[in-house]
């Protein structure tokens, strides 16, 4: 019977794990912890091998799966900035990824979020627990239906977003650097980001985080937007330059963030610092923020993205252990 070995298991992953298990009549092992040099020898005399992993490897790690046997390694994320792959391929380890999981459930995370400031559900609970009743001008809402939004970013996630505005009777406008034909009927596509953002009153992001979209928001890009923006970022930190939302906020460019990703969240997100000390003062500033809605990296975490991230790293390392290779391979 073929053995696989998981780490990086969260006890929410366990079903997802037993079922597949049963289903494949193939024995699953799994533990919490991380894989490091400390525990690399439980790992002997399995085949196949699936990880969570979040942060540096020791580069040593490498050559000791390989002279155990290991042929692969399943990552159960999209990313995969955590791996030499280089390394991993000169020592003849195939890295996979789960590069879909559930796409809708970040769409609708986007979506939610953004409606949250449009509908200024904040203020209206902060007025309720003040026992403040009265209808004045800070409480009124824009239609959603009358509200321009750009998507920056028109694939996987991005289109069902755009799906999901135009479904509130939204003018959706995008920016991709690919041609996506089929989507020309909901979205007005932008020749570039400028022209995108210039007349949304709601901006949300569904690029990759990578060299090109460093910082693709910062100071100058937040200056072209109109007054009152809600910002959405359920894509990658890296993409906004987190001071210059700040600034932003502070000059009323946008009116509403909703970051669910932080340019330096790797320390903290996924752990518990209730009884520790959080010292990043940015991060802090955003968590405080009544304009800002701050969440964990969390917009996938769905019933639908746990089964297929878990699924999916059990069925890539199969489909290497069985062929050699596989679909999802990045090395
Ligand atoms: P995708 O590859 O399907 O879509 C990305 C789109 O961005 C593509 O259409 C691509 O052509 C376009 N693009 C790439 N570079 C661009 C640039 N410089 N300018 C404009 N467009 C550009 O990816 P996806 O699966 O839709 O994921 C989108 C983002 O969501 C990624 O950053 C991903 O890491 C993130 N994500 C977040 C969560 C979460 O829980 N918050 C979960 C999964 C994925």
Redesign the pocket.
């Known amino acids: 019977m073929v053995r696989i070995k998981m780490f990086d298991v969260a006890p929410y992953e366990i079903d997802a794990i037993k079922n597949w298990s049963a289903e494949h009549q193939v024995e699953v092992d799994y533990e919490s912890n991380p894989l490091t040099m400390d525990n690399i020898e439980q790992v002997k005399g399995y085949d196949g091998l699936s990880l969570s992993h979040n942060g540096p490897f020791n580069p040593e790690i490498y050559s000791k799966l390989e002279s155990y046997g290991i042929k692969q390694i399943a990552q159960r994320s999209?990313?995969f900035d955590m791996y030499d792959l280089e390394e991993a391929k000169a020592h003849n380890l195939i890295i996979t990824t789960v590069?879909?999981y559930s796409?809708s459930s970040?769409a609708e995370?986007a979506v939610t979020g953004a409606l949250y400031f449009v509908r200024q559900l904040p203020l209206i609970k902060q007025r309720m627990e003040n026992h403040n009743f009265v209808w004045d001008a800070p409480l009124i809402s824009r239609p959603v239906k009358d509200l321009t939004v750009a998507i920056?970013?028109?694939?996987?996630?991005?289109s069902i977003s755009a799906q999901l505005f135009s479904n509130f009777g939204c003018k959706v406008v995008g920016?991709?650097?690919?041609n996506?034909p089929k989507l020309e009927n909901i979205v007005e596509f932008k020749d570039s980001?400028e022209e995108a953002i210039a007349q949304a009153d709601i901006v949300s992001l569904?690029?990759?985080?990578?060299k090109?979209?460093y910082h693709?928001f910062n100071q100058a890009t937040f200056n072209q937007l109109k007054d009152g923006v809600i910002f959405v970022n359920?894509?990658?930190g890296m993409?906004v330059e987190t001071q210059a939302l700040l600034d932003a906020l502070n000059s009323g460019k946008v009116a509403g963030a909703v970051i669910?990703?932080y340019e330096n969240e790797a320390q903290y997100f996924r752990r518990d610092f209730s009884n520790k000390e959080v010292q990043d003062e940015t991060l802090l500033e955003l968590i405080e923020r009544n304009d800002v809605l701050a969440s964990p990296?969390?917009?996938?975490?769905t019933h639908e993205a746990v089964k297929n991230l878990a699924e999916g790293g059990l069925n890539s390392t199969m489909e290497v252990l069985e062929t050699g290779d596989a679909q999802t391979r990045v090395n």
């Open positions: 999209a990313g590069p879909s796409p970040i995370y920056i970013g028109v694939g996987r996630i991005g920016y991709d650097i690919e996506k980001l569904h690029v990759p985080g990578n090109e979209t693709m359920c894509a990658r993409v669910d990703t990296h969390i917009a996938f975490f």
